[in-house]
T-cell receptor
Framework: QKEVEQNSGPLSVPEGAIASLNCTYS??????FFWYRQYSGKSPELIMS????GDKEDGRFTAQLNKASQYVSLLIRDSQPSDSATYLC?????????FGPGTRLSVLP | DTGVSQDPRHKITKRGQNVTFRCDPI?????LYWYRQTLGQGPEFLTY????????KSRLLSDRFSAERPKGSFSTLEIQRTEQGDSAMYLC???????????FGPGTRLTVT
């Protein structure tokens, strides 16, 4: 069964702190991993993609992938109140994506 | 802006009626996906097209649901004989061929009364 798991949260961090969001997946053959941000009532917005083991940085965001542990994470440095949203992890299974349920992040001023 | 567009943005219908939604993908993208999302859940895959060919359908997609992508451009998703359980956000996304980044449209929120 194709599964993508995330802690539903809410995860609360103070402004300026590092937020750490985690995701595990069940299919070892998955090759593509994505993080999306979704504000309440809006559609998902792509933040980052990662395809290889290790870290990938883009501005305040860092994605980390460990295929052996079937684990992908997203770090948000210097968290801002505007980062408060639900973060969705997506993993490819073949040509399709399976999304996790999302983690709700709240950044407190 | 040439992002993904969807129409309508909101639809309220009575149970038993048929509804149709439209999605216009990013012009260079040859893949188009339909998802359904309910409150507190991630998007659930419904179906996808590569150009005009519908390559995969989820088991979630009952016989009441049909999707088309004539000429490999825009796509329509039709729900026949709507039920209250069909109330959800219907999302369209597009991408280049392959398991690459998908970009979502604003969604169509369906409410079945």
């Amino acid at each position: 069964q194709k599964e993508v798991e995330q802690n539903s949260g809410p995860l609360s961090v103070p402004e300026g702190a590092i937020a750490s969001l985690n995701c595990t997946y069940s299919d070892r053959v998955s090759q593509s991993f994505f993080w999306y941000r979704q504000y309440s009532g809006k559609s998902p917005e792509l933040i980052m993609s990662i395809y290889s083991n290790g870290d990938k940085e883009d501005g305040r965001f860092t994605a980390q992938l460990n295929k052996a542990s079937q684990y992908v994470s997203l770090l948000i440095r210097d968290s801002q109140p505007s980062d408060s949203a639900t973060y969705l992890c997506a993993v490819n299974y073949g040509q399709n994506f399976v999304f996790g349920p999302g983690t709700r992040l709240s950044v407190l001023p | 802006d040439t992002g993904v567009s969807q129409d309508p943005r909101h639809k309220i219908t009575k149970r038993g009626q048929n509804v149709t939604f439209r999605c216009d993908p990013i012009s260079e993208h040859n893949r188009l996906y339909w998802y359904r999302q309910t409150l507190g859940q991630g998007p659930e895959f419904l179906t996808y097209f590569q150009n005009e060919a519908q390559l995969e359908k989820s088991r979630l997609l009952s016989d009441r649901f049909s999707a088309e992508r004539p000429k490999g451009s825009f796509s329509t998703l039709e729900i026949q004989r709507t039920e209250q359980g069909d109330s959800a956000m219907y999302l369209c996304a597009s991408s280049y061929e392959g398991p690459y980044e998908q970009y979502f449209g604003p969604g169509t929120r369906l409410t079945v009364t």
